[in-house]
């Protein structure tokens, strides 16, 4: 089975606090609700996708991937995932990174065989890449699939597991790391303007996904 990560890309990845020191550049949220914004609206890529700051929580072997399976991330290898196959299922991406002028696959989910499942037009991948080299961001941010509902992650041992997120916050603050794009609601162009504060997906339009890491 071929690789389905590349796995020096993936592990060449910062870590979540490492990416959103990078985030926090002054010029970020302007092309954030700007050109990253627009390109998003103009592609109608906003109705399946959002945007990721992008990082990593493992490190992959060559013949390994981040695999979703039932709401929570498991790393696989090539067998692991034959056998998902074997069930009548496939594996595809759900989460995208930008590197080296390219828009490739990260991280993936387990879906049955005859499921749709949504993909990127090259006519947004081509753009997307542009605004974020044009404006020195290429690296930085990805592609993620929108999530149906508000969730939240946490790291288990070697699994991520995503739970709903419910806006009940009786966690232990002290051993959970907020990672969020917040929304601030503003009548500027179509939808609201997004403002990151500790980031990682963006929803174009509508509500904000929250994401919160063990």
């Known amino acids: 089975m071929a690789a389905i990560v590349d796995h020096v890309c993936y592990n060449n990845l910062p870590s979540l606090g490492e990416a959103d020191m990078s985030r926090q550049a002054l010029s970020v949220d302007d092309v954030i609700n700007g050109p990253i914004r627009d390109v998003f609206l103009k592609h109608a890529t906003h109705h399946a996708f959002c945007l990721y700051l992008q990082h990593r929580h493992h490190?992959?072997?060559?013949?390994?991937?981040?695999?979703?399976?039932?709401?929570?991330?498991?790393l696989m290898d090539d067998q692991a995932m034959k056998d998902i196959a074997s069930f009548g299922n496939k594996v595809v991406p759900t989460t995208w990174m930008t590197s080296g002028g390219k828009v490739l696959p990260m991280e993936f989910t387990a879906i049955p065989a005859m499921a749709d499942h949504p993909t990127l037009s090259a006519a947004f991948v081509q753009e997307f890449l542009s605004i974020l080299a044009t404006n020195g961001c290429e690296g930085l941010f990805g592609v993620d699939t929108l999530a149906g509902n508000n969730w939240s992650e946490m790291k288990i041992g070697d699994a991520s597991?995503?739970?709903?997120?419910?806006?009940?916050?009786?966690?232990?603050?002290?051993?959970?790391?907020?990672?969020?794009?917040?929304?601030?609601?503003?009548?500027?162009?179509?939808?609201?303007?997004?403002?990151?504060?500790?980031?990682?997906?963006?929803?174009?339009?509508?509500?904000?996904?929250?994401?919160?890491?063990?």
């Open 59 to 74: 490190t992959v072997a060559a013949n390994e991937a981040v695999v979703k399976v039932e709401g929570t991330a498991h």
């Open 161 to 214: 597991v995503v739970v709903p997120s419910n806006d009940i916050e009786t966690h232990d603050q002290d051993r959970v790391v907020f990672h969020t794009w917040k929304g601030l609601q503003s009548i500027i162009g179509i939808g609201p303007t997004f403002i990151a504060s500790i980031a990682i997906h963006l929803s174009i339009l509508g509500p904000c996904t929250t994401t919160k890491c063990h």
